[in-house]
């Protein structure tokens, strides 16, 4: 019997990007390994080949697609007619919010070519941005952090006169808005806006707001960022839980409100609890990362946020003995696949470019010494880019990371 083909989609953010600037999917890169390492044949869908992780030895195919974002209907006609030219099953798995989202709103013409390896549509309404995230929690009796959600300028000034748990910070209700070209003067290129009083909630909000009006403010929760924890799953079409782990964040890019660059898996039961409550009230089908914080002040594990498809870390699931990607594909290609509901603890998952940048700034700050950085991420430990056996995607991101590093520090020489 010949395997099913996996169709491994992204998009791309920048629309000004360039052979000189190319970017790093984790999750495309984790995904084309684990399946191709199988001997599964992975075709990778993205607009432009400015993306490192389409190197992979793995990657058996490349397919340049229209962009989702000039047009989504030529996308979908692009598909479907790929869906014609490749042989037997076929697989579309996204890589990235903004494909999950829309292969969810485009099942109806998709779901005739592809087994769609994504949360359904009506999965998919139920947690989209995150004020819909929250109202599951709530029904679900999961904690959530002191929430807000102004759209209008009388939302925000009724919200900076009664709001009294200063810093707050702001985020975008769909994260993946704020990663796009048009809005890197918005955002600058953060997860979250830090605000310490009334006067400078109203300032970030009226600069953002013509933007993107559609925004959250929280409060934010103390302690330190190994109080994060993410829940690890895959959910078979039966809508449970047939794989998952649990990990909890070492380290971030920027501190506090970045991108994981380190983490390690755990065992945590409340955490396993109350991600298993929302996705039962969500009939959620597909990968899914959901993460929560340990507020210090009431031991409750409050609901940061839902990604409805693999994750940056989704390779910490691998090494400690939960191959998501593969458990994933096999249930969807109906190969029998056994529940996988235990793993290794203290298995670390490491970005080590970003992680050394963020560990030297801890350190100027009294965080850590460079001998309790190396403790964190000694033993069994699986990296975000390096693999012995694919090194050319390896090669091709650290060169241009330090090529780039050094023309920028030269550039400044020069200047001066």
Known sequence: MSLATAFIITHE????????????????????????????????????????????????????????????????????????????????IPASDDCSMYIAQHEAVLQSHFVLL??????MSRMKNKKLQYEL??????????????????????LAES????????????????????FKDVANGQKAIKVYDKEQLLAEFRRIAPFDNQLMVQE??????????????????????????????????????????????????????QAKQMLQIADYTGIVGIEFKLDPKTQEYKLIEINTRPVNTTGISIGCGVNLPLIAYNDAAGIPQDAVTDWEDGVTWVWLYHDFWVVKEMKSLGFITYGEWIKSIRG???????????????????YKSVAALFGNKLSRLFAS
């Open 163 to 182: 709001a009294h748990n200063y810093p707050y910070v702001i985020k975008p209700l769909e994260a993946q808005k704020w990663r796009l070209d048009e």
């Open 380 to 398: 069994k430990r699986v990296h975000a880019i390096f693999a012995a056996d694919d090194l050319k995607p390896v090669w091709n991101f650290y």
């Open 137 to 158: 929690a709530q029904a679900a009796g999961v904690p959530i952090p002191e929430t807000y959600f102004p759209s209008t300028e009388e939302d925000i000034v009724a």
């Open 118 to 123: 994504n949360p359904t549509a009506a999965a």
């Open 220 to 273: 934010i929760i103390s302690g330190e960022d190994t109080n994060l924890y993410t829940f690890l799953a895959y959910c078979s079409h039966d809508k449970k839980p047939l794989a998952y782990c649990i990990r909890s964040k070492l380290r971030q890019s920027p501190i506090k409100f970045g991108y994981c660059c380190a983490t390690i898996s755990c065992h945590n039961d409340v955490v396993e609890r």
């Open 13 to 92: 953010s920048d629309r000004t990007r360039t052979a000189q600037d190319k970017s790093m999917s984790i999750i495309a890169l984790t995904l084309t390994r684990a399946l191709g390492r199988q001997g599964i044949r992975v075709v990778r869908i993205h607009p432009n080949m400015f993306e490192h992780s389409l190197t992979s030895r793995y990657c058996s195919a490349i397919e340049i697609c229209p962009d989702m974002y000039e047009s989504e209907e030529a996308l979908n006609q692009f598909l479907c007619e790929l869906g014609s030219r490749y042989p037997g099953e076929k697989i579309l």
